[in-house]
């Protein structure tokens, strides 16, 4: 029998959860190298899929990180600044 452990909290679970019943932390952890999904495990330091090398924990922030700066695109930045000059000329 598998034993899962919440990369947050620690609570122990049966490894049938989806969701860690303690604080809510998600349990399944997809791979950014190859997008496979699976559940979190301790002992996974690599993906079972593809064996790209991740810390489960990490790997969750930085595909947050990647969307924030996928968002944030600098053509965006410059179209805000254009608009603002275009406002300001017309005054
Ligand atoms: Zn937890
Ligand atoms: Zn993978």
Redesign the pocket.
């Known amino acids: 029998m598998s034993v899962f452990k ?6 122990t679970t049966g490894g049938n959860e989806a969701f ?6 998600p349990l399944n952890i997809k791979c950014p190298a190859c997008g496979e999904t699976w559940r979190y495990m301790f002992v996974y330091n690599y993906c079972p899929a593809c064996g790209h090398n991740m810390e489960p924990v990490d790997a969750e922030e930085k595909l947050k990180e990647e969307l924030k700066e996928e968002q944030s695109t600098p053509s965006l930045e410059l179209q805000l600044e254009n608009l603002q000059n275009d406002e300001a000329s017309q005054e």
């Open positions: 919440c990369p947050k909290c620690c609570k860690c019943t303690d604080c809510g932390q």
